[in-house]
């Protein structure tokens, strides 16, 4: 994400959720957009936390709104209140004229303070007052400015952990956390991967003669690839294929996915990304999840693979190979097929 970034409504693009956990979470954020309420959105580094921000204020503006992120990380402490707040000329050294602040660009539509977790201790104090008065000052000034804003944050950090650290304010954390949205990293909605890397496929191959297409070997791979990276990670590898290849298909080879480069299982990766528990709860809720989806579908298209492959946005022979996968696990097509109608 830039470090700043304002943008219309209009500039919004379609969201890829085809996988069941996607889908509910979109579906509960257009329910929070209906109120103006702070939200934490929390989750892994390139789990796609801006895609939920903008998701909610698409959903929460029928008119164009300003729409600003500031990436509190990237920023020096010593320019951050400046520049959340604005500033008069002659504020400070080098104030050498009036600078509106974030805060007041996003008035009437939305501010995302992304990395707020990283937000200095003393500058938290600040922006409390700020969300309790809902009135904001320009350094160098005092005058009030009223603000109606839609304030969302994110952060990969535990925020409850960072107050019993000592290192978050308890006070703004309850401020802020009204609501908490938490995404589900990449390798729990595995029906996302394949939709988002044709996304990614089309956007970068713009301009190119002939559209480059995965093999059934990269799409197996990037299916059970555990995505360490998450999304971040999925567009980066899409990017490189893309770049490598020279006779219009990429494969597992040039997406970095083949044996050599590295393919981890996801048990693996879990192990020691999450405590056991959590992880066994997230393989085992991602696999029905995703099981019970596909059945649910077939049953929807009577038995017609195709149109089933092409509703998850994957090849059928991609679909067969999932479908013997389950068979493997024990899991009875058939069953799930008569239980779904």
């Known amino acids: 994400m830039n470090t700043i970034e304002a943008v219309k409504l209009s500039t919004f693009k ?10 509910a979470l979109y579906s509960f954020a257009e329910k929070v957009a209906k109120f103006n309420v702070p939200v934490i959105i929390s989750g892994e580094t ?4 801006e895609c939920i921000a903008r998701h909610i204020h698409q959903h929460a503006f029928h008119q164009p709104a300003p729409y600003v992120a500031v990436n509190c990380a990237a920023i020096p402490e010593n320019m951050l209140e400046a520049m959340l707040f604005g500033f008069e000329k002659g504020a400070f050294t080098g104030a050498t004229h009036r600078q509106a602040g974030k805060f007041e660009l996003a008035n009437g539509g939305t501010l995302l303070l992304d990395e707020i977790g990283d937000l200095p201790y003393a500058l938290q104090a600040k922006l409390l007052r700020v969300l309790q008065e809902k009135t904001v000052e320009r350094l160098g000034s005092h005058q009030s400015i009223a603000l109606q804003v839609r304030l969302l944050t994110a952060t990969n950090k535990d925020l409850l952990e960072e107050v019993n650290q000592g290192r978050f304010r308890e006070d703004l954390y309850y401020r802020l956390a009204v609501i908490n949205l938490e995404i589900p990293p990449l390798r729990a909605r595995r029906l996302d991967i394949l939709p988002l890397a044709t996304l ?3 956007r970068y191959s713009q301009g190119l003669s002939v559209l480059p297409r ?5 799409q197996r791979k990037m299916f059970e690839h555990a995505w360490p990276g998450n999304v971040r990670e999925l567009e980066n590898r899409v990017q490189r294929g ?3 290849s020279s006779d219009g298909t990429i494969s597992a080879a040039l997406l970095g996915l083949d044996e050599k480069s590295g393919v ?6 879990l192990s020691h990304t999450v405590p056991q528990r959590r992880a066994r709860r997230i393989r085992e809720h991602g696999r029905a999840a995703e099981s019970q989806y596909i059945l649910d579908l077939l049953s929807r298209f009577q038995g017609n693979k195709t149109k089933t492959a092409e509703s998850l946005g994957i090849t059928t022979r991609a679909l067969r ?5 389950l068979r493997q696990q024990g899991i009875s097509l058939e069953e799930g097929l008569n239980s779904g109608r």
Do not use: C, M, N, W
């Open 46 to 49: 390139g789990t796609g936390k």
């Open 242 to 244: 893309i770049v490598l």
């Open 200 to 202: 990614f496929l089309q």
């Open 14 to 23: 379609k969201f890829i959720s085809h996988d069941p956990l996607s889908v």
């Open 321 to 325: 190979y999932r479908l013997a996968s």
């Open 264 to 269: 981890f299982a996801a048990d693996a990766i």
């Open 214 to 218: 995965f093999t059934v070997e990269a």
